[in-house]
């Protein structure tokens, strides 16, 4: 007599995907921290010695879970690597632009419009369908952000409001990216972008007469931020990337802003206020929903 097998259920890989992604703004939040260690060296010079260990990272990491010539794989991942590489210089770039011409309430503000950016583009050009309990996680992000920034003051530039909306829009890209190319590998991407940072970084060091060697304790510093801070962060956010919508990703990534201030609270000793506290503890929130939202959905049933 013969039977149909047991209905076997696919393994739900969601809940390593948001885990992953999560992890990633973890590790992206102690970026202020090494900042703040930071002696001498200004930013042009932090972000290109950051990218040296950004770059450095992805070419091991590459070479161990695929075995190949990265840069091959580069060359084979065609336009979503290229374009997410692209776009994630262009997201390192504005960024750093908008905090320094513009209050960093405004900057933060702006950032936080990615994950609406991404919900657009992702249902645009991916067809991704938005559910509804990310566009109320989404919203309620945003209040929280605008609650953190609610008592900081500081002069508005137009300038630096184009650079922050460019940072928010190159990173909604990225990711964009990463969901266009899932069914491939992607770090590549991220490893091309660290090799187009290096060039535009040096290009503009030399443009403003800064040198290109830094001491030892700011060098060291740096390079491990590019290690252990974003290039550890980006390679759990790619990898994460496959199993999570878009919209989704950019949103759990603002777990970022909630624990940078966190950390040089608790390493350094600089105070916390009153509205970033309520401001996180809401965004906070807002991540966990729609964390246990998407989670909670049912995984398809095959037959084997």
Request: proline content about 5%.
């Amino acid at each position: 007599m013969t039977g149909t097998a047991p209905a076997t259920p696919v393994p739900d890989t969601r809940a390593s995907g948001y885990l992953l992604v999560i992890l990633a703004g973890v590790m992206w939040s102690t970026v202020g921290l090494g900042i703040r260690l930071i002696e001498d060296a200004l930013v042009w010079q932090i972000l290109l010695y950051r990218s040296f260990g950004l770059t450095a990272l992805l070419y091991i990491v590459i070479r161990l879970r695929t075995g190949q010539d990265p840069l091959r794989l580069v060359r084979l991942g065609g336009w979503p690597t290229f374009i997410g590489g692209a776009a994630l210089v262009a997201a390192y770039t504005g960024g750093i632009y908008a905090i320094q011409k513009t209050s960093v309430a405004d900057a933060l503000l702006l950032f936080a419009t990615a994950p609406f950016m991404t919900a657009v583009l992702a249902w645009i050009i991916l067809r991704e369908k938005v559910r509804p309990h990310t566009w109320i996680a989404i919203l309620a992000a945003c209040g929280g952000i605008g609650v953190m920034v609610s008592d900081t003051s500081g002069v508005s530039s137009m300038a630096g409001n184009f650079a922050a909306l460019l940072s928010a829009l190159g990173f909604a890209v990225f990711t964009i990216a990463l969901r266009w190319g899932r069914k491939g590998e992607m770090l590549p991407a991220v490893f091309v972008s660290g090799l187009m940072a290096i060039v535009v970084m040096g290009v503009i060091c030399l443009m403003l007469g800064l040198p290109l060697i830094l001491t030892p304790h700011d060098g060291g510093i740096a390079l491990c931020m590019g290690v252990f801070q974003v290039g550890a962060g980006l390679v759990l956010y790619t990898i994460g990337s496959k199993y999570v919508p878009a919209a989704e990703l950019t949103l759990l990534s603002l777990a970022e802003v909630v624990l940078g201030p966190l950390w040089v609270w608790l390493f350094i000793g600089e105070t916390i206020s009153a509205a970033t506290a309520i401001g996180g503890a809401i965004l906070l929130v807002a991540i966990g929903f729609n964390a246990v939202m998407g989670i909670r959905r049912k995984p398809p049933v095959t037959l084997v």
